[in-house]
């Protein structure tokens, strides 16, 4: 049992180029989002899906698009690589179940530098 | 918009107590609080649904005050491993399906 699994660790982008931030979970959770995380900012939400075929956009949704083809995997795009977007990235889980609610599982990160 | 925490940094001695607010202006669903290390995931450690009661968690425990949108972490007789940055995290939906709204976090500084 992995957990949520982000891909790759580190990343160096120049301006203009795109990527794709690979999250993967094993844990058969429903919810999952990815949020950014700035020095002095907290993590502030990305995109975040419900189940597979939902996105959603969150509060800082420009330059990212996001899919959700499958349960386990929640991969995150970033059209046209911005310094602004120079950040780390974490992707999320969390279970669904009536009459509960849980806590979100972190992946461990992706640090992003756009040069 | 961002829930307010409070304070935005504290060290204390290993053994002292500390207490970490949240406060929203919206009306909330729940309330999540985690802690992050240098370096690391953040990590979660509980969950406060509205009309439940004090949660606790070892010698680390919460409250939520609907009727002031405002939630409380309670770290009692602190451990060196105690120390990381506290983020409290809003849901105004069911479950935080559509995500959750996090604070900007508290420095916990823990000394010997």
């Known amino acids: 049992n992995a957990g949520v699994t982000q891909t790759p660790k580190f990343q160096v982008l120049k301006t203009g180029q795109s990527m794709t931030l690979q999250c993967a979970q094993d844990?058969?959770?429903?919810?999952m989002s990815w949020y950014r995380q700035d020095p002095g900012m907290g993590l502030r939400l990305i995109h975040y899906s419900v189940g597979a075929g939902i996105t959603d956009q969150g509060e800082v949704p420009n330059g990212y698009n996001v899919s959700r083809s499958t349960t386990e995997d929640f991969p995150l795009r970033l059209l046209s690589a911005a310094p602004s977007q120079t950040s780390v990235y974490f992707c999320?889980?969390?279970?669904?179940?009536?009459?509960?609610?849980?806590?979100?599982?972190f992946g461990s990160g992706t640090r992003l530098t756009v040069v | 918009q961002q829930p307010v925490q409070s304070p935005q940094a504290v060290i204390l001695r290993e053994g002292e107590d500390a207490v970490i607010n949240c406060s929203s202006s919206k009306a909330l669903y729940s309330v999540h609080w985690y802690r992050q290390k240098h370096g690391e995931a953040p990590v979660f450690l509980m969950i406060?649904?509205?009309?439940?009661e004090q949660k606790g968690h070892e010698k680390i425990s919460a409250s939520f005050n609907e009727k002031k949108q405002q939630s409380s972490l309670y770290l009692t007789a602190s451990q060196l491993s105690y120390s990381g940055t506290y983020f409290c995290g809003t849901a105004t939906s069911g479950g935080g399906a559509d995500g959750l709204t996090f604070g900007k976090g508290t420095h916990l500084i823990i000394q010997p």
């Open positions: 844990m058969n959770h429903e919810y």
């Open positions: 406060l649904l509205k009309g439940g």
């Open positions: 999320a889980s969390s279970p669904y179940g009536t009459g509960g609610v849980y806590g979100y599982t």
